[in-house]
């Protein structure tokens, strides 16, 4: 047996080329890796921030069996290792002298990930985020369904969304590592990428996204509806026409991420019909002098 080795680029297209089949051989739990490396393809690699993308795939005789990407200046995003797989990459990167300033993975890998990132580079890891991975089963309407009806979103809408985007990346404290907000708009507008949920009279009220198609799964992203209008079934009827959309597109896998710290939004898309898939978490790194 030979030994595991990492190859690192900066190069997406050889990235793709060799680990382009492993990401899409589990098109659910690589979700993520796959809609942003398509993103990354389709809109130039400067889309999340002006640094340079880089991307790893381990191979074993000869075969990939895991992988990374990073788009400065967001978290080091990791497919599945073992506590032996993240620590010799925590060695690899700190090695090379890279500052992350977090990682992303499935539960214990991120954990592995972040003990060892600590051990070699001294850095305090602290838990950011706990999400949920979800895929859709049988798609059920909870009811009551609220006054008015889904649209999806135009030209028209375009600084509402922008507005809109801007206040979900700060609630779930990623504003400093979004797209920019007109360009996100534009895109999604672009594709249809967004339905709206608007009262009778014809008011926005929420929101809900489906990723383009990659290895046959849509994600559902984001869901928003701003503070004083929850409570009152707009982020559930919306979901469900987005859903409802992106099977008829032809998706085999719909999918959703919820924060697990939200016991509301967990229950509401079960009722839809959403089945649990795998737990993830986020780390923060920080300076061990610093305040956190």
Not at 43 to 55: I, K, M, S
Not at 72 to 98: F, H, Y
Not at 140 to 156: E, F, L, N, S
Request: net charge neutral.
């Amino acid at each position: 047996m030979t030994a595991d080795a990492w190859h690192l680029t900066e190069d997406l297209d050889q990235f793709l080329t060799r680990a382009g089949e492993f990401l899409r051989s589990r098109p659910a739990l690589h979700t993520v890796p796959l809609t942003v490396t398509g993103a990354l393809r389709g809109r130039g690699l400067h889309l999340y921030g002006e640094g340079t993308p880089v991307f790893g795939a381990l191979e074993r005789d000869g075969a990939v069996r895991a992988a990374f990407f990073r788009t400065p200046p967001g978290r080091l995003m990791l497919t599945a290792l073992s506590t032996g797989e993240a620590t010799a990459l925590a060695a690899q990167l700190a090695a090379r002298g890279d500052e992350l300033p977090g990682v992303m993975s499935e539960r214990d890998t991120a954990s592995a990930f972040a003990e060892a990132w600590a051990r070699r580079t001294g850095s305090a890891p602290e838990l950011h985020a706990r999400q949920r991975l979800y895929r859709l089963g049988e798609l059920t309407i909870p009811g009551p369904v609220p006054p008015g009806r889904p649209r999806v979103a135009t030209a028209k809408d375009r600084e509402q969304l922008m507005c809109w985007y801007v206040e979900f990346a700060k609630a779930i404290g990623e504003s400093g590592t979004s797209q920019d907000p007109g360009e996100w708009a534009d895109f999604r507008i672009a594709y249809g990428g967004i339905t709206l949920w608007e009262t009778p009279d014809g008011t926005p009220v929420s929101m809900a996204g489906l990723t383009t198609k990659v290895a046959g799964q849509i994600r559902v992203a984001p869901v928003y509806t701003p503070a004083d209008l929850r409570g009152r079934g707009y982020a559930g009827a919306v979901t469900v026409e987005v859903s409802r959309m992106a099977r008829a597109a032809g998706a085999q896998e719909v999918l959703l991420f919820t924060d697990l710290a939200n016991p509301t939004s967990n229950a509401l898309y079960q009722r839809i019909g959403y089945r649990p898939v795998a737990d993830f978490a986020g780390y923060d790194f920080h300076p061990a002098s610093a305040p956190r």
